[in-house]
């Protein structure tokens, strides 16, 4: 299994940009969610998913858009760049019940200029 | 959603045993404890959980309150590679999301 996958690891953007990051994962989990984690910060949760076609917001939702089409993948979209949203971005899954562990991709480090 | 209170850093010597502290006073019946760490430049991994009593695994033990008030994640022989910053998180009836707070930031001395 690879795990969690995400791509890029490293973007740049300019203000107004739109790009998706990307998000797979081949466990078979019906979890997945996005985080975001500022330099010195803890992960703030943006959006959330506990299956296909269904998704809902976290913390801080605001200027990304989220599907969930399969169970192998959860796209972030930033739909219009903004530096506010410099940021690390975490995906993360698991299994459906809240037992389960959380397993992590990689990340992807995201500069807006 | 209930909310955990760590604090903001630690430091141990190394091959000592660490205590990290996390105090839930809002937990429900049914939230999870849950412990994550974050090595420098790395996404969070999964250290333990619980529900109300004690867990040991190969990484750490878990101790709970009986109130399940508080609870502390124990080190038993720190190492320098635990150097890291340590997450207590409570998962319940909350759509099974997890919500990070600022976590305890763990340093080791040789």
């Known amino acids: 299994n690879a795990g969690v996958t995400q791509t890029p690891k490293f973007q740049v953007l300019k203000t107004g940009q739109s790009m998706t990051l990307q998000c797979a994962q081949d466990?078979?989990?019906?979890?997945m969610s996005w985080y975001r984690q500022d330099p010195g910060m803890g992960l703030r949760l943006i959006h959330y998913?506990?299956?296909?076609?269904?998704?809902d917001q976290g913390e801080v939702p605001n200027g990304y858009n989220v599907s969930r089409s399969t169970t192998e993948d959860f796209p972030l979209r930033l739909l219009s760049a903004a530096p506010s949203q410099t940021s690390v971005y975490f995906c993360?899954?698991?299994?459906?019940?809240?037992?389960?562990?959380?397993?992590f991709g990689s990340g992807t480090q995201l500069s807006v200029l | 959603d209930a909310k955990t209170t760590q604090p903001n850093s630690m430091e141990s010597n190394e091959e000592e045993p660490v205590h990290l502290p996390c105090n839930h006073s809002?937990?429900?019946?049914?939230?999870?404890i849950h412990w994550y760490r974050q090595l420098p430049s790395q996404g969070p991994e999964y250290v333990i959980h619980?529900?109300?009593s004690n867990v040991n695994n190969r990484m750490a033990s878990l101790a709970i309150a009986e109130d399940r008030k508080s609870s502390t994640l124990i080190l038993h022989r720190a190492t320098l590679r635990d150097a890291a910053v340590y997450y207590c998180?409570?998962?319940?009836?909350?759509?099974?999301?997890?919500?990070f707070g600022q976590g305890t930031e763990l340093s080791v001395k040789p």
């Open positions: 998180i409570l998962s319940g009836n909350q759509g099974g999301k997890l919500i």
């Open positions: 809002t937990i429900s019946g049914t939230d999870y």
């Open positions: 466990m078979n989990h019906e979890y």
């Open positions: 998913s506990v299956g296909a076609g269904i998704t």
């Open positions: 619980g529900l109300t």
């Open positions: 993360a899954s698991r299994y459906r019940v809240n037992t389960e562990k959380l397993f």
